[in-house]
């Protein structure tokens, strides 16, 4: 008896230490604040690398607890802390990326237009591995471009996937019963075939978009009738190609791309920098965060 009562006194006791142990993981949600990073030591005065790398867009997405930001909003943190610094002189726009949402492209250029203006700095592009399609547009903003031997520009022009699944469906016995409020509503669904009128309609939204492209690539660059023949049908050319083209200035590495804001800025021995979060590569001007 007085063994068993014992076991009932322990196991009251190991049962009265449960409890839920309440843990705040808020702070693995957030996203940590910038920091400055020197990539190269110099004078007082300073480059900032700016990056658009991977795919563009406006916002991000949460992996598990790791909060990412899109292109976008990383963008206008990385501007919103450089406007508070006056010792930046100018900007190198180090770009890896194949281009993303054409909203997002687009927002990409106007931000880096308006911070150029507004700071009155030189700001020259360095296309590294991939400056196509939206990351292009991007590139645009700059005032000069380099762009590495090894890199791919260009890509000029919208796309808007499409597939039909109606051929599958009608295989495995499954029916398309969407109701609609007009005739054009699901335009492009992938539940049946286009109609010639859906196709003609989505194409011209395309063909508009990519008129847009084409115009902002003709006020920026110095493209000649005979360059536009040629990558308006959408190509991706090489860096030499590329600048036989007019698309890019130079072809070269991040030291010729410095070495262009530095005159652009009329700085010397400036330091460079970039901004980074806490826990992400420090690295140097190749690295990605």
């Known amino acids: 008896m007085e063994r068993r009562l014992l076991l009932y006194t322990a ?13 705040d993981l808020s702070s693995l949600t957030q996203v940590p604040p910038l920091e400055e990073r ?3 030591k110099g004078s007082g005065q300073k480059i900032l690398v700016v990056e658009i790398l991977g795919l563009i867009r406006t916002t991000g997405s949460r992996d598990t607890f790791i909060q990412r930001q899109g292109t976008l909003e990383r963008l206008d943190n990385v501007l919103e802390m450089a406007q508070k610094d006056k010792k930046i002189r100018g900007v190198i726009l180090k770009i890896d990326s194949p281009g993303g949402a054409y909203t997002a492209s687009d927002l990409v250029f106007r931000r880096i237009r308006e911070y150029k203006s507004t700071q009155e700095i030189p700001v020259v592009g360095c296309i590294v591995d991939q400056g196509t399609s939206g990351a292009y547009m991007a590139a645009l903003s700059a005032d000069y471009i380099v762009a590495l ?21 009608e295989k495995v016995g499954i029916d398309n019963q969407t109701i609609t409020s007009g005739n ?15 196709y003609d309609l989505l194409k011209s939204i395309v063909m508009e978009f990519s008129s847009n492209f084409m115009s902002r690539v003709k006020e920026t660059r110095p493209v000649t009738e005979q360059d536009i023949a040629v990558f308006q049908d959408g ?11 007019h698309l890019v200035d130079e072809v070269g ?6 070495r262009k804001v530095e005159s652009l800025a009329d700085v010397e021995d400036p330091t460079v ?6 826990g992400e590569n420090r690295g140097g001007f190749y690295s990605w965060p």
Request: charged share 20%.
């Open 11 to 23: 196991l009251l006791f190991l049962l009265s230490g449960c409890a839920f142990v309440s843990v």
């Open 38 to 40: 020197v990539i190269r």
């Open 149 to 169: 031997p090894s890199s791919v520009v260009g890509n000029v022009g919208v796309l808007l996937p499409s597939i039909s699944l109606e051929g599958l469906m």
């Open 184 to 198: 054009l509503k699901d335009a492009g669904t992938p539940l049946r075939d286009m109609t010639p009128e859906e």
């Open 235 to 245: 190509r991706v050319v090489t860096s030499t190609t590329g600048k036989a083209l």
């Open 253 to 258: 590495y991040y030291e010729e791309a410095l």
């Open 273 to 278: 920098i970039v901004y980074r979060r806490k």
